[in-house]
């Protein structure tokens, strides 16, 4: 979320603010050694990945 970082503000922030929302709670969840929670939250760890990838890495997701 670092200026020096984004591509176009309000898109990149959103796509940041997933991934570290994401990455709090799988934070918060392995100091708790909660392994449920973590299984919980697989899905919104992986949404976040691909919601950026998707906006920033060229021809992701396609097949050649």
């Given at each position: 979320m670092m200026p020096a970082h984004m591509r176009d503000e309000d898109?990149?922030?959103a796509d940041a603010k997933l991934?570290?929302?994401a990455g709090a709670a799988a934070f918060?969840?392995?100091k708790a050694k909660?392994?449920?929670a973590l299984d919980a939250l697989n899905d919104q760890?992986?949404?976040s990945c691909v919601t950026c990838h998707q906006?920033?890495?060229p021809?992701?997701?396609r097949r050649p």
């Open positions: 898109r990149w922030l991934m570290r929302d918060k969840a392995a909660n392994v449920d760890l992986y949404q906006h920033y890495r021809n992701y997701g």
